[in-house]
């Protein structure tokens, strides 16, 4: 009998363990999905400043190639400046939305959905920048792209305030 308690006291001691350091491991993929989310909003805000600059200044065509300029991999003359920013800080935006992506399929709810369908929608305007591009500004889908742009933003927030709302609800509701 002696012997059986002890063994139940051991599995108890285990059990809490593993059940605190899954709500610590819960508790860091929470905190990883707020700062990604907000990075990613952040990044995604500046890659349309600058792309609206880059649209109203009209050096949309700057970079006549797609998805480098000519000038490669070295530091862009003054011609491709801004057209070269928009481009790497796009790119840099596109791995923190993927990253967010990642991290909010482990987790349930509006976050999950929205954190995917961000993920789904930046490769989309991946290609559709892509198109842009090379089809010289074609008004139509310059207007695409600005729009995927905006709802891809919405997403983007609706992602932030979702995954933010969980730091502060108990772990066994998330």
């Keep these: 009998?002696?012997?059986?308690?002890?063994?139940?006291?051991a599995r108890c001691k285990?059990?809490?363990?593993?059940?605190a350091r899954t709500m610590v491991d819960d508790r860091m993929i929470v905190m990883r999905i707020v700062c990604l989310s907000f990075?990613?909003?952040?990044?995604?805000?500046?890659?349309?400043?600058?792309g609206t600059y880059v649209d109203a200044s009209h050096q949309g065509l700057?970079?006549?190639?797609?998805?480098?300029c000519p000038n490669g991999f070295n530091?862009?003359?003054?011609?491709?400046?801004?057209?070269e920013i928009h481009r790497i800080v796009a790119a840099m935006t596109a791995g923190v939305i993927f990253a967010t992506a990642g991290y909010g399929a482990k987790k349930s709810?509006?976050?999950?959905?929205?954190a995917i369908t961000a993920g789904i929608i930046v490769a989309v305007q991946i290609v559709l920048g892509m198109f842009v591009v090379n089809t010289k500004l074609n008004a139509l889908l310059v207007a695409t792209h600005l729009s995927t742009g905006v709802f891809l933003f919405a997403l983007a927030?609706?992602?932030f305030v979702s995954s933010y709302?969980?730091?502060?609800?108990?772990?066994?509701?998330?």
């Design 14 to 19: 285990v059990n809490n363990y593993l059940l």
């Design 75 to 83: 530091f862009p003359p003054k011609k491709y400046l801004f057209e």
């Design 39 to 50: 990075a990613s909003l952040a990044l995604l805000f500046s890659v349309m400043l600058i």
């Design 62 to 68: 700057s970079c006549p190639g797609w998805p480098l």
């Design 1 to 9: 009998m002696r012997r059986c308690q002890t063994l139940f006291e």
């Design 109 to 114: 709810g509006i976050m999950r959905k929205t």
């Design 157 to 159: 927030l609706i992602t």
């Design 165 to 174: 709302r969980l730091i502060n609800i108990p772990n066994h509701s998330r």
